[in-house]
């Protein structure tokens, strides 16, 4: 319990914490096993030299359910944020060993909902693949955390995660206008088996892969917010 209440702490106060050993070998062998055979022609699948992923998840791939929530990440989320939080959106990233593919500074703005409605104070909207996403009143965005699962070694050379520490707490930051010479930059290594658990609002990005290592992680998002004017998350997970 005091383990997790330091973890409690860090989310808070920086943004983020890193937790080793959530998901023991076993476990992740079978995950990478179920989603090495799934069908990657559907529309929600995106496959590239530099990058494969699988928006919706938990929706495409509903084997991994099960094996995904056990006992421990079930016990994290309830002692660190209680019991009534639910997953309002879900993807898979396969960062290749070869890949040139990196990600810029930027924060999560947007959420995934079912349909676009004009309601006050959520935009400006966008739809991919017939996905739409808006992003909402900052609230929402405050409240909602991330929790990444890393089904292999991750560190600098194979696109570890970067944040800047304690960004999450200053409302919308545009990438361009970060101070280095202030900011507290950190690369967060993550062992096969661990989580890391950030805020949305939380600057991040990736580096290029340079280790020849694969970077294997599966992104899940929770909220315990209902949606306002009949809108409704388009992925929600109880």
């Given at each position: 319990?005091?383990?997790?209440?330091?973890?409690k702490?860090q989310?808070?106060?920086?943004?983020?914490s890193?937790?080793p050993?959530?998901?023991s070998r076993e476990?992740?062998?079978?995950l990478?096993?179920?989603?090495?055979?799934?069908?990657?022609s559907?529309?929600?699948f995106?496959?590239?030299a530099?990058l494969?992923?699988?928006r919706?998840f938990?929706?495409?791939v509903?084997?991994?359910?099960?094996?995904?929530?056990?006992?421990?990440?079930?016990q994290?989320?309830t002692d660190?944020f209680g019991?009534?939080f639910?997953v309002?959106?879900?993807?898979?990233?396969d960062?290749?060993?070869t890949?040139?593919w990196y990600?810029?500074?930027?924060?999560?703005?947007?959420i995934s909902?079912?349909k676009?409605?004009?309601i006050?104070?959520?935009g400006p909207?966008t739809v991919?693949q017939n996905?739409f996403?808006?992003?909402?009143?900052?609230?929402i965005?405050?409240?909602?955390f991330?929790?990444r699962?890393?089904l292999?070694d991750?560190?600098?050379n194979?696109?570890a995660?970067?944040?800047?520490e304690k960004?999450h707490?200053?409302?919308?930051?545009?990438?361009?206008?970060?101070?280095?010479?202030?900011e507290?930059?950190t690369?967060?290594?993550?062992?096969?088996g661990?989580?890391?658990i950030?805020k949305p609002?939380?600057l991040?990005g990736?580096?290029r892969?340079?280790n020849?290592k694969k970077r294997?992680?599966i992104h899940?998002?929770f909220?315990?917010?209902?949606?306002?004017?009949?809108l409704k998350?388009?992925e929600?997970?109880n």
């Amino acid at each position: 319990m005091m383990e997790l209440e330091k973890h409690k702490e860090q989310i808070t106060e920086i943004g983020f914490s890193i937790i080793p050993d959530i998901y023991s070998r076993e476990e992740t062998d079978t995950l990478i096993s179920i989603i090495e055979d799934v069908d990657t022609s559907k529309e929600n699948f995106r496959k590239s030299a530099n990058l494969f992923a699988i928006r919706q998840f938990l929706k495409e791939v509903p084997k991994v359910e099960n094996l995904v929530f056990t006992d421990a990440l079930k016990q994290v989320i309830t002692d660190i944020f209680g019991t009534d939080f639910f997953v309002v959106k879900s993807i898979y990233f396969d960062k290749p060993e070869t890949s040139n593919w990196y990600v810029a500074y930027h924060q999560d703005l947007t959420i995934s909902v079912d349909k676009k409605i004009g309601i006050d104070n959520f935009g400006p909207w966008t739809v991919k693949q017939n996905q739409f996403a808006v992003q909402p009143p900052i609230k929402i965005l405050e409240n909602n955390f991330t929790i990444r699962i890393h089904l292999d070694d991750t560190n600098e050379n194979n696109g570890a995660l970067k944040v800047i520490e304690k960004s999450h707490s200053q409302g919308i930051y545009r990438p361009e206008t970060i101070n280095f010479k202030t900011e507290t930059e950190t690369i967060c290594s993550v062992p096969a088996g661990g989580i890391m658990i950030m805020k949305p609002l939380l600057l991040h990005g990736s580096n290029r892969t340079a280790n020849q290592k694969k970077r294997r992680v599966i992104h899940v998002e929770f909220s315990n917010v209902e949606l306002p004017g009949g809108l409704k998350w388009s992925e929600r997970l109880n």
